[in-house]
């Protein structure tokens, strides 16, 4: 929605004054704490940013700062974003399952649907069987699509198009 790419395009700015301040204060020695956090959340914001270079450009900028680039927080933004421009479903899934840090996940989260349809795409193509259905146990879809239980994995298979079958006993 228009308020939702406000929100980012004003996150994104934000993001990008305090990566220039940043900068500044490391020019001057200074050193801040929270820094590596605050440029993960920047390279979250662009992690579907069309522009292929934006990431690797501000992660060549930062290689000679190996504090900020090895810091856990900075690996798992990494991580989520080589995860993402793989279209490893299970690689992403699997780092926001174990993520610790709540505002990672929160704003990955945003990928969360891409990432399931092209899980779902997949599933599809390498299931498809000659008659064009394709039987895949729902506890199974629940852990490849991230879902938190298997109500939310049932509302996800219908919502992209896929009938959810009940089996006795399960």
């Given at each position: 929605s228009n308020i939702d790419n406000l929100n980012s395009r004003n996150l994104n700015e934000r993001l990008k004054t305090l990566n220039e301040f940043y900068d500044r204060d490391h020019e001057k020695g200074r050193i801040n704490h929270n820094e590596a956090e605050f440029r993960?959340?920047?390279i979250l914001q662009h992690v579907g940013n069309k522009d292929k270079v934006e990431i690797p450009s501000y992660v060549r900028e930062l290689s000679s700062r190996k504090d900020i680039l090895n810091s856990p927080?900075?690996?798992?933004a990494l991580k989520l974003w080589?995860?993402?421009?793989?279209d490893d479903y299970?690689?992403?899934?699997?780092?926001?399952?174990?993520s610790q840090n709540v505002l990672i996940c929160c704003q990955a989260f945003r990928y969360?649907?891409?990432m399931r349809y092209n899980a779902i795409q997949k599933?599809?193509?390498?299931?498809k069987s000659s008659k064009g259905v394709v039987?895949?146990?729902l506890t199974d879809v629940s852990n490849l699509l991230g879902c938190d239980n298997m109500q939310t994995a049932a509302n996800v298979c219908v919502e992209?198009?896929?009938?959810v079958q009940v089996q006795e006993g399960t």
């Open positions: 993960a959340y920047y927080i900075m690996q798992e080589s995860a993402w421009k793989r299970q690689q992403f899934f699997s780092i926001m399952k174990n969360v649907g891409y599933l599809h193509r390498v299931l039987y895949f146990p992209f198009g896929l009938t």
